[in-house]
T-cell receptor, first 112, second 115 residues
Framework: GEDVEQSLFLSVREGDSSVINCTYT??????LYWYKQEPGAGLQLLTY?????DMKQDQRLTVLLNKKDKHLSLRIADTQTGDSAIYFC????????????FGTGTRLKVLA | GAGVSQSPSNKVTEKGKDVELRCDPI?????LYWYRQRLGQGLEFLIY????????KSGLPSDRFSAERTGESVSTLTIQRTQQEDSAVYLC?????????????FGSGTRLTVV
C-alpha cells in the first residue's frame, strides 16, 4: 500500500541542527522529496533524491535515504527562525501520472 | 504568469451549495494536478490533467467532485452539494511533462470552509 508517515512536531533552538524523519512503504518509489510550506503559502520544493542514492547534500540541507528500512530524513544545519514551517516528505509513484504520496507534514518551530 | 494562481484564496459556503475553484497554471506547463489538504493531514491527490489526454480521476473522493481543463490552460474544480467534510485547502500544481515529478510548482491554495 501507499503510506508516508512523519512525526507531527519538532522544536529546536536557533543554531542547532534539525532532523526531520519520514518513513514510506512503496519500495518502487523513484524519487523522494522534501517540500516546505510556510503559513498561507503553497508548497515549495526544497530538495529531492533519486531512489538509487543514499545521500544528497545541498548547502545547509542533507538528505539521507535508507532504502532497506524505507526511511528518509532531512537534516537542516544551523537552523534559523526563517526555517520555521511545515515540512512534507513525498514519494513519487512510478505511473504515468507522476502523482506524489505526501506525508502528514512535520511542523518545525525554531526558538530564538 | 510567473506562478500558479488560484482563486478565490478563501471561500466560505453553506452546506449543500455548489462551489467552483479555479487554477491558472504556469504558461507552458502541460500537466496540472489538484490536491486536497485537510487540517493536520498530508496532501491527498485528487485529479491529474496532461495535455489533451484523458485525465486521471482516480483520486476524486465522490461523484460530487469534478474538474475540467481545456487544453493547457485554466482548470476548474467543482464540488456539488458541499458537505462539512469537504472543508480543506485545495492546492493546484503544474509541471512540464518531460520533467515528470520533478517540476511541480504549487499555488497558494483555496481554503474552503463549509458551514
Amino acid at each position: 500500500g501507499e503510506d508516508v508517515e512523519q512525526s507531527l512536531f519538532l522544536s529546536v533552538r536557533e543554531g542547532d541542527s534539525s532532523v526531520i524523519n519520514c518513513t514510506y512503504t512503496d519500495s518502487s518509489s523513484t524519487y523522494l522529496y522534501w517540500y516546505k510550506q510556510e503559513p498561507g503559502a503553497g508548497l515549495q520544493l526544497l530538495t529531492y533524491i533519486f531512489s538509487n542514492m543514499d545521500m544528497k547534500q545541498d548547502q545547509r540541507l542533507t538528505v539521507l535515504l535508507n532504502k532497506k528500512d524505507k526511511h528518509l530524513s532531512l537534516r537542516i544545519a544551523d537552523t534559523q527562525t526563517g526555517d520555521s514551517a511545515i515540512y512534507f516528505c513525498a514519494e513519487s509513484i512510478p505511473s504515468g501520472t507522476y502523482k506524489y504520496i505526501f506525508g502528514t507534514g512535520t511542523r518545525l518551530k525554531v526558538l530564538a | 504568469g510567473a506562478g500558479v494562481s488560484q482563486s478565490p484564496s478563501n471561500k466560505v459556503t453553506e452546506k449543500g451549495k455548489d462551489v467552483e475553484l479555479r487554477c491558472d497554471p504556469i504558461s507552458g506547463h502541460t500537466a496540472l494536478y489538484w490536491y486536497r489538504q485537510r487540517l493536520g493531514q498530508g496532501l491527498e491527490f485528487l485529479i491529474y490533467f496532461q495535455g489533451n489526454s484523458a485525465p486521471d480521476k482516480s483520486g476524486l473522493p465522490s461523484d460530487r467532485f469534478s474538474a475540467e481543463r481545456t487544453g493547457e490552460s485554466v482548470s476548474t474544480l467543482t464540488i456539488q452539494r458541499t458537505q462539512q467534510e469537504d472543508s480543506a485547502v485545495y492546492l493546484c500544481a503544474s509541471s512540464q511533462r518531460d520533467r515528470g515529478g520533478l517540476g511541480y510548482t504549487f499555488g497558494s491554495g483555496t481554503r474552503l470552509t463549509v458551514v
